[in-house]
């Protein structure tokens, strides 16, 4: 019911910023917690960072102090800082919503890729 549509993602050296973004539509009232989780080729898909609608943050340990995830609750975007990045970081990132206690499933983005050169 929640449609969730990333943007950002590119090639970048490392040590480089990139912010990714995420829009989400339809039952957005339906929200509770929103985050992005990456998979590297090979590895499974890891979560990188939350964040409520109150704005309680929660992070990867690997990117604490280099990610920063921001949510507007007025136009339902999340976006995700990323600075200082490394080759490690590089995967596809994948925007995700988490509903409210009993509504709705889980939603998806599409996924965006992140490169970082060394």
């Known amino acids: 019911q929640v449609h969730l549509v990333e943007s950002g993602g590119g090639l970048v050296q490392a040590g480089e910023s990139l912010r990714l973004s995420c829009a989400a539509s339809g039952n957005t009232d339906s929200i509770s917690v929103m985050g992005w989780y990456r998979q590297a080729p090979g590895k499974q898909r890891e979560l990188v960072a939350t964040?409520?609608?109150?704005?309680?943050?929660n992070y990867l340990p690997t990117v604490e102090g280099r990610f920063t995830i921001v949510r507007n609750n007025a136009n339902n975007t999340v976006s995700l800082q990323m600075n200082s990045l490394k080759p490690e970081d590089t995967a596809v990132y994948y925007c995700?919503?988490?509903?409210?206690?009993?509504?709705?499933?889980?939603?998806w983005g599409q996924g965006t890729q992140v490169t970082v050169s060394s």
């Open positions: 995700h919503a988490r509903p409210v206690l009993g509504i709705g499933p889980q939603s």
């Open positions: 964040i409520s609608t109150g704005g309680t943050t």
